[in-house]
């Protein structure tokens, strides 16, 4: 083996064991691993540290009405767009389809996009 493929080998090797020694430390300092590690009115964290049961729930309660009929009416007008190729009338009509856009666009006679580039 040559000097560099020696040095990255012992380079790699001393990271593996640092971050070896790294994760047993920190599987050594846990209080806790699961709830049976903790008292009866405890439970163990995501901090692995025990932590006692709360007196007292607290339930938030969210209304997602609004946000769903918004999120829905978004949905159905993309649906209708994509089914038909034309966008809803909103305040003028639209005069083109999409379709039609596209047929009045250049086509593409197999030039390349990079013919007119300079270098």
Do not use: W
């Not at 025990?50 to 649906?79: N, R, T």
């Amino acid at each position: 083996m040559n000097k560099k493929g020696m040095g990255l080998a012992i380079v790699a090797g001393i990271l593996a064991l640092t971050i070896l020694a790294i994760y047993i430390i920190g599987v050594a300092t846990r209080e806790c691993n699961n709830n049976k590690d903790c008292s009866e009115n405890s439970y163990c964290g995501s901090d692995y540290s025990c932590h006692e049961y709360p007196s007292q729930i607290i339930v938030k309660d969210y209304k997602f009405l609004g946000s769903s009929l918004i999120l829905g009416i978004c949905l159905i007008i993309a649906a209708y767009v994509y089914r038909s190729g034309k966008l809803p009338p909103i305040k003028e009509p639209i005069k083109h389809t999409i379709h039609e856009v596209k047929e009045l666009l250049p086509k593409d006679e197999g030039h390349s996009s990079h013919e007119h580039e300079h270098h």
